[in-house]
């Protein structure tokens, strides 16, 4: 009781954001052993690495003159993106959001306030795979093709790091992507290499996914009748719902914060292969998105008919009906690799999928002293063989912490802390 | 007095600071001329087809986990995106005027002002409801607030353990068994139903009798324009204290979603 009141007089002293108070020595260690629980619920409150200060955020945004944008995609023409800079020379971080996240997605904003209070200026993109980047900005139109997804980012980069040298000097420069986009900074620092535009001081791969084919591949293996025992998908989220549902009845909420979300994880009762039904749920409906904004870009007549304008009065229901069945194998076959033969992209399937792995680049990875790992032994996108590949190419590079699933421990002190330093 | 001035003058510095930043903000999206990036070529069709024939179309609703019936869905996808221009071009930049000028605790104690207001339109519900501990909690927090919590600026009722309950019209109307009636999205105020939508008019009443006799006990002599800053600070206030924004959900289903989500929050609070 004690403490409330003395938080509410701290209240009105301190509510002009300065939560500065880090966790001092004794901080517990991470609690969720379960990597999938750690995936869904992140970090505690009590356990979260507290930037010392915060920038002021801008929100910018660019276009490209005369694209051809659908009349659904009014509200998505611009690229937007953000900046938060010092107010004098520092080095600059570009952050790269991961699969389906936007710029000013919860792991970015925190991100982007770590990193510019260890005095970076940052710019925060929005993943190639959002629905933003695919109408603004990407080239082709189409996610998922990593060097065409990368060359889109790299262009962006270029621009973006024309407009921060307008404002404040840059000292050097760095890139950091967590997920897909951690995958994405890899692919950046070897492209970097050929190209020289950026010189790259360090890459800092969060969590990254190692192959992107192979993990999106996992995710749609646990909603198979073999990981659910027979039982439909939409049974198991809807047990989620309920359970949240009852949590949500019996209490008072205000907002859905990361204290609300620790109470949830001890309330929640559910086994690993139903965890695993959300977490793949989540990224269905991501690629969804992400299928349906490039069907419509394209007008390729994949789940909308090439003969069809969608306008701004149509359901689109029925569309996301249908690409709840697609699985990104589906994806790949039916529609990313027609359209790479389409281009004129060469090689066979293998090869193509090949090139969206961080093995295609292993020999670079290596030799490049510049790149820095901080993950997790027990991320449900890896496979034992991922771990093994991480832990072979950047040796001392890489920091895995044995648990915290994908991205579950992010915001945790001792996290927080490695990325700092692997950095620096 | 004198910190007053200072704080004033800041205030003040801090809103033509804003203003300007507000009319600076179009200039900010530059241009690219990238002729290779116009997306011309869009003579691919894929190979295969998952189009949703009829019979998928007319089942839609039911066939999905996240369907809601929507009988006036023009009209609703008319208002949503009105709702979203309006957003973005006068509710937000006031919102982030108000957030610019007022500095976090004098925002805290005119959101909890409004909210102690709110407990009487709630007390209200709560009785028609038949929900008496959340009456007498009701009660006790606007007690409580009006007096310790000087004129509810301060929330100390929560602090003591008195959570805040809210319970409007749409919801008595549920609880008496009225049917939520189809979706709807109102001008400005987002998404709603059939039921909720008249919830509003009773709850509209309460409030505005509220107001005028507490207008009339504090010897308003300028009673329109004390209604205008009322309503004003209502509205900004409320804006403020929703993170929601439109578009920004990641994905292109986002009105699906946010239908979804609605009806099914709904139908926990009267069931809550």
């Given at each position: 009781?004690?403490?409330?009141?003395?938080?509410?007089?701290?209240?009105?002293?301190?509510?002009?954001?300065?939560?500065?108070?880090?966790?001092?020595?004794?901080?517990?260690?991470?609690?969720?052993?379960?990597?999938?629980?750690?995936?869904?619920?992140?970090?505690?409150?009590?356990?979260?690495?507290?930037?010392?200060?915060?920038?002021?955020?801008?929100?910018?945004?660019?276009?490209?003159?005369?694209?051809?944008?659908?009349?659904?995609?009014?509200?998505?023409?611009?690229?937007?993106?953000?900046?938060?800079?010092?107010?004098?020379?520092?080095?600059?971080?570009?952050l790269?959001?991961?699969?389906?996240?936007?710029?000013?997605?919860?792991?970015?904003?925190?991100?982007?306030?770590?990193?510019?209070?260890?005095?970076?200026?940052?710019?925060?993109?929005?993943?190639?795979?959002?629905?933003?980047?695919?109408?603004?900005?990407?080239?082709?139109?189409?996610?998922?093709?990593?060097?065409?997804?990368?060359?889109?980012?790299?262009?962006?980069?270029?621009?973006?790091?024309?407009?921060?040298?307008?404002?404040?000097?840059?000292?050097?420069?760095?890139?950091?992507?967590?997920?897909?986009?951690?995958?994405?900074?890899?692919?950046?620092a070897?492209?970097?290499?050929?190209?020289?535009d950026?010189?790259?001081?360090?890459?800092?791969?969060?969590?990254?996914?190692?192959?992107?084919?192979?993990?999106?591949?996992?995710?749609?293996?646990?909603?198979?009748?073999?990981?659910?025992?027979?039982?439909?998908?939409?049974?198991?989220?809807?047990?989620?719902?309920?359970?949240?549902?009852?949590?949500?009845?019996?209490?008072?909420?205000?907002?859905?914060?990361?204290?609300?979300?620790?109470?949830?994880?001890?309330?929640?009762?559910?086994?690993?292969?139903?965890?695993?039904?959300?977490?793949?749920?989540?990224?269905?409906?991501?690629?969804?998105?992400?299928?349906?904004?490039?069907?419509?870009c394209?007008?390729?007549?994949?789940?909308?008919?090439?003969?069809?304008?969608?306008?701004?009065y149509?359901?689109?229901?029925?569309?996301?009906?249908?690409?709840?069945?697609?699985?990104?194998?589906?994806?790949?076959?039916?529609?990313?690799?027609?359209?790479?033969?389409?281009?004129?992209?060469?090689?066979?399937?293998?090869?193509?999928?090949?090139?969206?792995?961080?093995?295609?680049?292993?020999?670079?990875?290596?030799?490049?002293?510049?790149?820095?790992?901080?993950?997790?032994?027990?991320?449900?996108?890896?496979?034992?063989?991922?771990?093994?590949?991480?832990?072979?190419?950047?040796?001392?590079?890489?920091?895995?912490?044995?648990?915290?699933?994908?991205?579950?421990?992010?915001?945790?002190?001792?996290?927080?802390?490695?990325?700092?330093?692997?950095i620096? | 007095?004198?910190?007053?001035?200072?704080?004033?003058?800041?205030?003040?510095a801090?809103?033509?600071?804003?203003?300007?930043?507000?009319?600076?903000?179009?200039?900010?999206?530059?241009?690219?001329?990238?002729?290779?990036?116009?997306l011309?070529?869009?003579?691919?069709?894929?190979p295969?087809?998952?189009?949703?024939?009829?019979?998928?179309?007319?089942?839609?609703?039911?066939?999905?986990?996240?369907?809601?019936?929507?009988?006036?869905?023009?009209?609703?996808?008319?208002?949503?995106?009105?709702?979203?221009?309006?957003?973005?071009?006068?509710?937000?930049p006031?919102?982030?005027?108000?957030?610019?000028?007022?500095?976090?605790?004098?925002?805290?104690?005119?959101s909890?002002?409004?909210?102690?207001?709110?407990?009487?339109?709630?007390?209200?519900?709560?009785?028609?409801?038949?929900?008496?501990?959340?009456?007498v909690?009701?009660?006790?927090?606007?007690?409580?607030?009006?007096?310790?919590?000087?004129?509810?600026?301060?929330?100390?009722?929560?602090?003591?353990?008195?959570p805040?309950?809210?319970?409007?019209?749409?919801?008595?109307?549920?609880?008496w068994?009225?049917?939520?009636?189809?979706?709807?999205?109102?001008?400005?105020?987002?998404?709603?139903?059939?039921r909720?939508?008249?919830?509003?008019?009773?709850?509209?009443?309460?409030?505005?009798?509220?107001?005028?006799?507490?207008?009339?006990?504090?010897?308003?002599?300028?009673?329109?324009?004390?209604?205008?800053?009322?309503?004003?600070?209502?509205?900004?206030?409320?804006?403020?204290?929703?993170?929601?924004?439109?578009?920004?959900?990641?994905?292109?289903?986002?009105?699906?979603?946010v239908?979804?989500?609605?009806?099914?929050?709904?139908?926990?609070?009267?069931?809550?």
């Amino acid at each position: 009781m004690a403490k409330r009141f003395a938080a509410l007089l701290l209240f009105f002293s301190a509510m002009t954001f300065a939560p500065i108070c880090l966790a001092g020595d004794g901080v517990d260690p991470y609690p969720f052993t379960d990597p999938y629980k750690a995936t869904v619920f992140g970090t505690p409150p009590g356990m979260i690495y507290k930037p010392q200060k915060l920038g002021f955020v801008a929100n910018k945004s660019l276009s490209i003159k005369n694209r051809h944008i659908p009349e659904i995609f009014w509200y998505a023409e611009d690229l937007a993106y953000s900046m938060v800079l010092q107010k004098k020379s520092a080095p600059l971080l570009f952050l790269v959001a991961g699969t389906g996240a936007k710029y000013d997605s919860g792991k970015m904003r925190y991100l982007a306030q770590v990193f510019f209070s260890q005095g970076y200026h940052v710019v925060c993109l929005s993943s190639p795979t959002h629905f933003n980047f695919i109408v603004s900005a990407s080239k082709y139109a189409a996610a998922g093709y990593v060097p065409h997804d990368v060359e889109d980012l790299y262009r962006v980069m270029l621009w973006c790091k024309e407009v921060v040298e307008k404002r404040q000097p840059v000292e050097n420069i760095s890139v950091a992507g967590y997920s897909l986009g951690g995958l994405h900074a890899a692919f950046l620092a070897h492209l970097d290499s050929q190209r020289g535009d950026f010189n790259f001081r360090k890459a800092l791969l969060i969590n990254p996914a190692v192959d992107l084919y192979e993990s999106a591949l996992r995710f749609d293996t646990w909603m198979s009748p073999k990981n659910t025992g027979g039982e439909k998908p939409v049974e198991i989220i809807d047990r989620f719902f309920r359970q949240f549902a009852e949590f949500y009845k019996t209490r008072e909420l205000e907002k859905l914060d990361s204290e609300v979300l620790y109470q949830l994880s001890d309330y929640v009762k559910a086994t690993d292969s139903e965890y695993r039904v959300l977490i793949a749920t989540t990224f269905r409906i991501t690629a969804a998105s992400m299928i349906f904004t490039s069907d419509v870009c394209l007008n390729a007549g994949y789940v909308v008919p090439a003969d069809k304008a969608l306008t701004k009065y149509d359901p689109l229901l029925p569309y996301m009906n249908v690409l709840a069945q697609v699985r990104f194998e589906d994806y790949f076959n039916e529609y990313l690799y027609p359209y790479l033969q389409y281009l004129g992209v060469a090689g066979s399937k293998e090869e193509v999928i090949r090139r969206c792995s961080l093995k295609s680049i292993g020999g670079y990875l290596k030799s490049a002293g510049k790149i820095v790992v901080v993950g997790n032994e027990d991320d449900p996108i890896l496979s034992d063989g991922d771990v093994g590949f991480l832990k072979e190419t950047f040796g001392d590079r890489a920091t895995l912490f044995p648990h915290g699933g994908h991205c579950g421990n992010m915001q945790y002190v001792d996290f927080v802390e490695a990325m700092i330093k692997m950095i620096r | 007095m004198k910190s007053g001035n200072a704080i004033s003058t800041h205030s003040l510095a801090r809103l033509v600071c804003v203003l300007a930043f507000v009319m600076l903000l179009p200039a900010c999206a530059s241009r690219k001329i990238a002729p290779e990036l116009t997306l011309e070529d869009r003579q691919f069709r894929a190979p295969v087809s998952h189009a949703p024939s009829k019979k998928d179309i007319k089942k839609a609703v039911e066939d999905s986990y996240f369907g809601v019936d929507d009988p006036a869905n023009n009209f609703n996808r008319t208002m949503y995106s009105f709702n979203a221009h309006f957003d973005k071009y006068v509710f937000i930049p006031v919102v982030m005027t108000y957030e610019a000028v007022l500095i976090p605790p004098v925002r805290k104690g005119i959101s909890n002002g409004i909210d102690n207001l709110n407990e009487v339109p709630t007390f209200v519900n709560c009785v028609l409801q038949g929900k008496g501990k959340k009456a007498v909690v009701t009660v006790g927090r606007f007690l409580i607030n009006s007096t310790i919590g000087i004129l509810g600026l301060m929330d100390v009722a929560t602090e003591l353990g008195l959570p805040r309950h809210e319970e409007d019209f749409g919801q008595t109307l549920g609880v008496w068994g009225v049917d939520e009636g189809p979706y709807l999205v109102l001008p400005i105020l987002g998404p709603s139903s059939g039921r909720d939508a008249i919830g509003l008019v009773p709850d509209y009443f309460i409030t505005m009798y509220q107001m005028e006799a507490i207008y009339s006990a504090a010897d308003v002599n300028d009673k329109p324009t004390a209604r205008n800053v009322n309503t004003a600070t209502r509205g900004v206030n409320t804006r403020a204290n929703i993170p929601f924004r439109y578009y920004s959900t990641d994905t292109p289903f986002e009105y699906e979603f946010v239908r979804f989500l609605y009806t099914k929050k709904r139908e926990l609070d009267v069931q809550k």
